[in-house]
């Protein structure tokens, strides 16, 4: 009787080997999904402030103007609020009349995820709306892909509207020896330009060289795949009631982001002869340097703002000093502010309803 209980417990306590693999794997793939933006982030800041003067830096912190600094990060809550409101018109077509509040804070929530873990941000939206307004994860899911439609086709012309109002400063960031006299010495027409023509060649070898890929590998259904759903994304913005506010949320997203970078530059002297032309570039370079996947884009995103800076004419150690404050202060408000809606929309579901106020 003792050695048959002893054998049944022995039993009960084996653990499925299929089971205790697949747990393992979601364990190593949630610490890689952490490990490796972390690992980007660190080596990038290494190599952006590896010859900042650190004992200056209390220094430099007085010197920071701090009512500029605090303008700056006003848009910081703006940016989210205009999206959660425009993704609210996006539920709106699909039948789901979801709470603007319940919208919002998702929104400020999934800010708050994509610093823990990068692009983890629009999966938790998703996850919370369900739970919170019953919309399906599938539907909702499928509305952020409208939304990072339209998101592209702004970055785009954001990016393009940069090169072009600042042609020879934007090519300069991806050279090593770019300083302040670099834009005046080399100050050319665009179509005379040898960068411009070089970038153009590159571009054009690398389409080339993308679409041998595809046959090569044969992937053009995943292509294909993945442009149907883009063109279905952007085809579901016909069915917004209210485009034209759609629109104008969509435009006033990106407006916070631009002054909420530019504003900043105030606070520094030799950053606040930037203007906003040479904001624009700035702009525009750090948009896309914040595509690496790193935690609120630490790393890229203080590389491009310190290089462009230092291309117009800004000091080093000012312009280094003047992204990691920004940086680092827009990363706790949107902490901050993520901490408070998820407590928020607890508290307003605590019953397992959503009531509009």
């Known amino acids: 009787m003792l050695t048959s209980r002893r054998i049944h417990g022995s039993k009960g306590r084996q653990k499925h080997p299929k089971g205790e693999h697949f747990v393992m794997k979601k364990i190593t793939a949630t610490t890689l999904k952490i490990a490796i933006p972390l690992l980007i982030s660190a080596v990038v800041l290494y190599f952006t402030y590896r010859d900042y003067d650190f004992s200056q830096f209390w220094t430099?912190?007085?010197?920071?103007?701090?009512?500029?600094?605090?303008?700056?990060?006003s848009f910081s809550?703006?940016?989210?609020?205009?999206?959660?409101?425009?993704?609210?018109?996006?539920?709106?077509p699909i039948g789901y009349d979801v709470p603007r509040k319940d919208t919002v804070l998702t929104v400020f929530t999934g800010y708050a995820a994509n610093i823990i873990i990068p692009r983890v941000g629009e999966i938790c939206r998703c996850g919370m709306l369900e739970q919170n307004a019953r919309v399906p994860f599938s539907k909702g899911l499928g509305t952020l892909v409208a939304e990072r439609v339209v998101d592209a086709v702004l970055l785009g012309l954001?990016?393009?509207?940069?090169?072009?109002?600042?042609?020879?400063?934007?090519?300069?960031?991806?050279?090593?020896?770019?300083?302040?006299?670099?834009?005046?010495?080399?100050?050319?027409?665009?179509?005379?330009?040898?960068?411009?023509?070089i970038w153009t060649i590159g571009i054009i070898l690398f389409i080339a060289v993308c679409w041998w890929a595809c046959v090569k590998f044969r992937l053009w259904e995943k292509v294909k795949n993945f442009v149907r759903g883009f063109w279905e994304g952007f085809m579901?913005?016909?069915?917004?009631?209210?485009?034209?506010?759609?629109?104008?949320?969509?435009?006033?997203?990106?407006?916070?982001?631009?002054?909420?970078?530019?504003?900043?530059?105030?606070?520094?002297?030799?950053?606040?002869?930037?203007?906003?032309?040479?904001?624009?570039?700035?702009?525009?370079?750090?948009?896309?340097?914040?595509?690496?996947?790193?935690p609120n884009g630490a790393g890229p995103w203080n590389l491009a703002i310190v290089k462009m800076l230092g291309i117009y004419g800004a000091k080093t150690n000012e312009a280094q000093i003047m992204s990691f404050v920004l940086h680092f202060c827009q990363t706790m408000i949107y902490l901050l502010c993520g901490l408070v809606a998820w407590i928020a929309l607890k508290i307003i579901h605590r019953n397992g309803t959503s009531r509009e106020q």
Do not use: H
Not at 77 to 92: I, M, S, T
């Open 60 to 73: 430099d912190m007085r010197s920071i103007r701090w009512g500029w600094l605090i303008a700056a990060l």
């Open 158 to 197: 954001i990016v393009v509207a940069g090169i072009l109002v600042s042609w020879n400063e934007f090519t300069l960031l991806l050279t090593p020896e770019a300083d302040a006299a670099a834009p005046a010495a080399q100050s050319v027409p665009l179509l005379q330009s040898t960068r411009f023509w």
């Open 236 to 294: 579901s913005l016909k069915q917004i009631r209210q485009l034209p506010l759609f629109l104008a949320y969509s435009i006033g997203i990106w407006v916070c982001y631009y002054f909420e970078l530019y504003l900043a530059f105030y606070c520094l002297p030799s950053t606040a002869t930037v203007g906003p032309i040479g904001g624009l570039a700035c702009f525009a370079a750090s948009s896309v340097a914040v595509l690496v996947p790193t």
């Open 77 to 92: 809550a703006l940016g989210p609020l205009f999206r959660g409101l425009r993704w609210n018109l996006l539920l709106e």
